[in-house]
């Protein structure tokens, strides 16, 4: 009888080992996928964030003020000139050729930006949405403003 029960135990040896690693790939696929889902929406708000910053200090800033984008870049430093766009408008006309007297507002937005996973063995991608923020022109003069130094 005690042989027999030594031999069910031995055959038995490996499903604990077995059991955690199928609850362990669950799990730390459940809890890898929330931080990324975290960090997701962390960029996101850092991309909304920078357009408002942005177009805030293209209002206040002298036109094509190169502060403006490496300000942006603070808040979310893997932005490129790429994804930034400025644009200076003056309704009726959207065809950004306004001057610092003529220009009516100040559009500032984010695009072709991804964020990229840290996801082991699994490089993700994921696109971000367009952001924009347009504010009426202030100032654009960057002339002892202490916003723009």
């Given at each position: ?97 306004c001057t610092v007297d003529s220009c009516k507002a100040v ?43």
């Amino acid at each position: 009888m005690k042989t027999r029960v030594l031999r069910a135990a031995n055959q038995q040896s490996g499903v604990a080992a077995v059991e955690f690693a199928i609850v362990a790939l669950v799990f730390f696929t459940l809890l890898i996928g929330i931080m990324e889902m975290g960090r997701l929406l962390w960029t996101w708000n850092a991309a909304v964030e920078a357009t408002r910053l942005g177009a805030r200090l293209a209002i206040v800033c002298s036109m094509g003020d190169g502060d403006i984008t490496s300000r942006m870049r603070g808040m979310l430093p893997s932005l490129t000139d790429a994804n930034i766009d400025i644009d200076y408008l003056n309704p009726p006309f959207e065809d950004n050729t306004c001057t610092v007297d003529s220009c009516k507002a100040v559009r500032v937005s984010l695009t072709g930006y991804t964020h990229v996973t840290v996801i082991p063995l699994v490089p993700l991608s994921l696109p971000i949405p367009q952001f924009q923020t347009t504010l009426p022109r202030e100032g654009m003069n960057s002339t002892g403003n202490p916003v723009c130094s």
